[in-house]
């Protein structure tokens, strides 16, 4: 055989042999770089801080945060999306990143379908926080002040269709209320308008907020899941406010690029799980009001797509459309 078609084949060969992991350096082999979307001091920032640090220890390399919010979580998912499949940039998913996005938006500069699912992280209830200036003490409170001024109260939300959102809207649909919605970049920026009381309610994961419940300069009239937090179990759930039909549990999740080798996902989400795992990260996500729970790429695969069934009857019982 001449040596030039001998060449040929050698750098195919090597071409697949790389592609196939052969030739490939084994994973972890530099730090890895996980995105969050929101701005620093949030829910899903705070426990991704607490999550990074025992995966860090757990593969024995850095593990970065690092915040890219704005556009309803999109510049981060975009940055994502530019990365190389090779496992070393990762990003927190959410329920508006994953599933909200691609059903209210008509484009968007990435494919969130297209990401590679790779573990369900942790899921929190949303609590329902009210300004401490607002003179309301319960739900029912809440509900009969704001049908007496329709359109008058406010609500923030992480994003114009977040889960966030959503969320809001739905439960004003369901009391029949109505709410002005204020978009944020995160819910970092939401408690100080809280605080101030230009800013009314806020369906809150919690993790930032539940230290200024505490010490009562802002209020906690209810939580969105179908059981009391551990973390404050003096607030009663929606249903047991007397609000029947809803319930919202927000989640967040680690996906990496397109086209990540299946054989590379299935190691990150078992090092997932083993970070997991630790109890001191269940004790810490306790005090955050956070479940940190793990899955196989192929769980949280089956656990999104229900999700886009149970959002999607959402959006169509809302009446939204795509913009």
Not at 47 to 59: E, Q
Not at 216 to 237: D, Y
Not at 268 to 289: F, H, M, R, T
Request: charged share 15%; glycine share 10%; no cysteine.
């Amino acid at each position: 055989m001449p040596l030039k078609s001998l060449s040929r084949l050698w750098s195919l060969a090597a071409a697949l042999l790389f592609t196939t992991g052969v030739f490939a350096q084994a994973w972890p082999a530099k730090p890895v770089r996980i995105i969050v979307p929101y701005p620093p001091g949030g829910a899903g920032d705070l426990t991704t801080r607490a999550f990074a640090a025992r995966f860090s220890s757990k593969i024995g390399q850095p593990v970065l945060v690092e915040n890219l919010p704005g556009a309803s979580q999109i510049i981060g998912g975009q940055a994502v999306a530019k990365a190389p499949p090779d496992g070393y940039t990762l990003l927190i998913s959410s329920p508006t990143s994953q599933v909200l996005n691609p059903a209210l938006r008509k484009t968007l500069p990435y494919a969130p379908d297209k990401l590679t699912l790779i573990s369900k992280l942790f899921t929190s209830p949303l609590f329902v926080i009210v300004s401490g200036k607002l003179p309301v003490n319960t739900l029912g409170d809440l509900v009969g002040y704001a049908k007496a001024r329709p359109g008058v109260l406010n609500y923030g939300s992480i994003g114009e269709g977040s889960a966030t959102h959503l969320a809001t809207a739905l439960f004003a649909q369901v009391t029949g209320t109505q709410f002005k919605h204020i978009p944020y970049k995160g819910s970092a920026g939401i408690n100080p308008d809280l605080l101030s009381g230009e800013l009314h309610m806020h369906f809150d994961p919690g993790a930032g907020t539940l230290a200024l419940v505490n010490d009562g300069r802002l209020k906690a009239l209810a939580i969105t899941g179908s059981r009391r937090s551990a973390t404050l179990p003096n607030v009663p759930t929606v249903f047991e406010s007397g609000v029947a039909g809803y319930e919202v549990v927000s989640w967040w999740g680690l996906v990496g690029p397109e086209g990540m080798p299946r054989a590379l996902a299935e190691q990150i989400a078992a090092s997932v799980a083993q970070a997991i795992a630790d109890p001191s990260l269940a004790e810490q996500g306790k005090k955050l009001s956070m479940d940190y729970g793990a899955s196989t790429p192929d769980q949280f695969a089956a656990f999104v797509q229900a999700e886009k069934q149970r959002w999607g009857q959402v959006i169509q019982a809302l009446g939204l459309k795509q913009e």
